[in-house]
C-alpha cells in the first residue's frame, strides 16, 4: 500500500460513496476498495470513516441497504443508490466542479 496518500476534504466522502455505488449495489469493504481503485490508490478510506457515512447517507435516504452474500460467501450488507441519491450525487458533482474551477483559479492553474 503506497505510503503517500491524500487525505480526503471535509465533505468528499459523500461524493466519492454515491459515486461508487453509481453502476452496482456494493458491500462497505467493496466501496473502500472501489475508491482506493478509482483514486489510482492515493485516498484510502478507514473503516471508522466510512460506515458512519453509509448511516448518514442512508438516513437521508440517498443509499439503501440489504444484506446478501458477498463473493467469498460472507454475510454482508449490500448499499445501492437511490433515486434521490442519483440526483445528490449529480448536485454533488456539480458543486465540486465548481469549487474545483475555483481553486484552480485562485492557484493560477485555470
Sequence with gaps: MPQ???DLLQGTLD???LKSLQNEPMHGFGI???IQQMSKEMLTVEQGSLYPALYRLEDQ???KS???VSENNRKAKFYTLTTSGRKQLATEEQSWA???LAINHVLGNA
Design 4 to 6: 503517500n496518500k491524500a
Design 15 to 17: 461524493l466519492l460513496i
Design 32 to 34: 473502500s476498495l472501489r
Design 61 to 63: 435516504g440517498w443509499i
Design 66 to 68: 440489504e444484506w446478501g
Design 98 to 100: 465548481k469549487l474545483s
